[in-house]
């Protein structure tokens, strides 16, 4: 099925490019602008299309209690036991921080844009005249928030992590019946880290037949094996947590690159994109001087006329320019019609 690209920014999203890559800040300048900003750079320096923040503020994503509903499980792998409200306080990123890395990040040729958790923080970034929206896993069951956001006519990402494909179709009908059409769908685990072996990118095709939509992946596994291997089941955009040193703190950083594997991974999706090439079987335009090179019947020693064909003067080598290898069983024991000199090519013209 065809779909057209969907802009994004200054880019666009779609099967007739590689994958935009978006580098997440999330929580991990850990509470210093500058930290912020400096990941916005590596990101640039990385080669990436896009960056993206998380508009929240404690108040607005959860409230101010505690007890068994507020804290994580005990046994969470980064997280054990927080209360909510202080570790979303801890990893927000303040609203008057948005305009300054926005602006940076557009100076730097990059898309800027943000996950809203509440309305709020939509019309806060219209008013930042963002270019697209991020619906988060655990958003997406939010359907008055992904129809506001579906209602500004800006792209939506849509994170998949947890959702059924009930789910799932209730937020892209959702979107649709804003009249939003420009949708990627993100196949997604929410576990923080994610072993590889629940990421299940099988689904990615799947997602995209069924929804009709362009899909992507949002990854938090380690490393970037599974997000280049996403490529080849049709990823349109990859997003991955980003961090300036995973021992440098932020909520975030334990399962996040650093620049130099952001950068890798922008150069190895570039590379899987290209190796997926077209679905066809036969010699390519770049494979003309092996063919040059391939086995064919060579005389193998000085030959006079009336000498017989034998395999000690002729045989199968490379290079290409005599009769078929296959062809020995036909010309063994006839005779050669003219001298040939070693090296020369076995044709039908010297029997």
Partial sequence: MTRAPIPF??????????PVIVAELSGNHDGDLSRALDIVRAAADA???????????????????????????????LWGGRNLYQ???????????????????????????????????????????????????????????????AATGKPLVISTGMASLAEIDAAVRTARGAGNEQLVVLACTASYPAPPDASNLRTIPVLADALDVYAGLSDHTLGIGAAVASVALGATLIEKHVTLSREGGGVDSAFSL???????????????????GEPRIGP????????????????????????????????????????????????????????AAKGTPLTWDLL
């Fill in 87 to 149: 570790l979303y306080h801890e990893a927000h990123t303040p609203w008057e921080w948005h305009e300054p890395i926005f602006e940076l990040a557009r100076d730097l040729g990059l898309v800027a844009f943000s996950a809203p958790f509440d309305p709020t923080a939509v019309e806060f970034l219209e008013k930042l005249d963002v270019p697209a929206y991020k619906v988060a896993s655990s958003e997406i069951v939010d359907l008055p928030l992904v129809a506001a956001m």
């Fill in 47 to 77: 080669g990436v299309e896009a960056v993206k923040l998380q508009t929240y503020t404690a108040d607005t994503i959860t409230v101010d209690a505690d007890g068994p509903l507020f804290r994580l499980s005990d046994d969470h792998e």
């Fill in 284 to 339: 390519t335009a770049a494979e003309a001087e092996g063919l040059r090179f391939r086995r064919s019947l060579f005389v193998v020693e000085d030959v006079r006329a009336g000498d017989t064909v034998t395999p000690q003067n002729v045989r199968s080598i490379r290079p290409a320019g005599g009769l078929e290898p296959a062809a020995f069983a036909t010309v063994a024991g006839r005779t050669f019609r003219r001298d």
């Fill in 258 to 276: 650093e620049p130099a594997e952001l950068a890798a991974l922008r150069r190895e999706t570039d590379t899987a994109w290209r190796a997926l």
């Fill in 9 to 18: 920014g200054t880019h666009e999203i779609g099967t007739h490019r590689p």
